[in-house]
């Protein structure tokens, strides 16, 4: 479906997002970047992506998808880091559990020709293909 797909911010929600998108064949490349180099090594140590590395700029250059999965106080500054990098035509969307905040620090930020899809993740431990959540974590 995509190209190349970028993650900035490589945590829990991040790294289980470049898992899922792996196993599902979403994209050829599945990139990452995070602030810690430490963080980047163990990525590319577990293969959570292809490459990981602390340069977020250049992990967007030429990504048709564009995941923030950093802290709501950080997505304002990562949009302006990648920003000069994101092509025409690229989907950027976040993270943030919540979203005018998000909005507000981002949208700013985001060239025209590229679409911002603010989203909010779910997760659970009994969450089921349909959709269907038991206690949720």
Known sequence: ???KIALIGIGLIGGSIALAARRAGYARSIVA?????????????????????????????????????????ACGEAARAIAPTLKPGCIVSDVGSVKQAVIDA?????PAGVHFLPAHPLKGTKCTPTGKCGRMA
Do not use: Q, S, Y
């Open 33 to 73: 970047a995070t602030r810690r180099a430490e963080t980047a090594d163990t990525a590319n140590r577990l293969k959570l992506v292809d490459h990981c590395g602390t340069d977020l700029a250049a992990a967007c250059e030429d990504a048709d998808l564009v995941i923030v999965c950093t802290p709501v106080g």
């Open 1 to 3: 479906m995509f190209d």
């Open 106 to 110: 981002m949208r700013p930020h985001i």
